[in-house]
């Protein structure tokens, strides 16, 4: 998948449009294409089934091979970030029947998840995660007082951990918070042929200063307000 559109960076939905309809469902996803999306993004965890965690299962949980179906037919890339290890063979095996290699890209804090996707589907892109989203950090306001300065030491050593990161899980691309973004993180990702992808935000002034980082692509609950932030760095 190409992680670059039109100059700028890709809109992605994080678990479709949460601001619009609830989180990991069609609906969802369907708000985030109306709003603009350039992708989707959602969690597959145990049995292929979209959420984020056994905790968090919907009345009706959506299954993998459907929420491709809608990409699929909807034309957006999409991310699918792995919640569970075990299934990495069975998540290539059906973005390949779905004909989205290259419309698609996997995300994982596992880098032996990665490389155990690697070996099932050489041609499908791989992105590992940090920090591991198990608390749900991206939920709050990060960094808050509390976590300002951790935030800002994490920053600091990201440009280190980079190339650790991304050679150990064979990845192509790292799914960062947006908070650990600095530009000699992204300069460091791209000296290895990586793209920067951060999530999750929402703050319009924030988007538009890791677009100006140099990020591929930022995850958002807001797909429609990223968009809006956007365009206002090439105003026509």
């Known amino acids: 998948m190409k992680l670059a559109h039109e ?5 992605i939905g994080h678990r ?3 601001v619009l309809a609830p989180e990991n469902t069609l609906e969802s996803f369907a708000a985030a294409v109306a709003a603009g999306a350039d992708a989707v993004e959602f969690d597959v965890g145990a049995g292929l089934v979209v959420t984020h965690s056994e905790r ?4 009706r949980p959506l299954a993998l091979d459907d929420a491709l179906d809608f990409v699929a037919e909807s034309g957006v890339g999409v991310l699918v970030d792995l919640k569970r290890p075990g299934i990495e063979r069975d998540v290539a095996e059906s973005v390949r029947r779905h004909g989205l290699l290259e419309r698609a890209f996997v995300s994982s804090t596992s880098a032996a998840a990665l490389r155990r996707l690697a ?3 050489p041609d499908l892109l791989r992105s590992i995660s940090y920090p591991n989203d198990r608390y749900r950090v991206s939920r709050f306001a990060w960094p808050r007082p509390l976590t300002a300065g951790s935030a800002a030491a ?3 050593a990201m440009p280190f951990r980079v190339p650790l990161l991304l050679a150990a899980a064979r990845a192509g691309a790292l799914t ?3 908070a650990l973004v600095s530009q000699a993180a992204v300069r460091a990702a791209r000296a290895r042929g990586a793209a920067v992808v951060a999530w999750t935000v929402d703050d319009p002034a924030r988007i538009v200063a890791l677009a100006r980082l140099g990020v591929a692509g930022i995850v958002t609950d807001d797909p429609g307000k990223a968009r809006e932030a ?3 760095l090439n105003p026509s």
């Open 230 to 232: 956007l365009a206002t």
């Open 16 to 18: 479709g449009a949460p």
């Open 176 to 178: 960062l918070h947006h």
């Open 154 to 156: 994490l920053r600091s």
């Open 7 to 11: 100059g700028r960076p890709l809109v």
């Open 119 to 121: 070996a099932a589907e």
């Open 56 to 59: 968090e299962l919907p009345e």
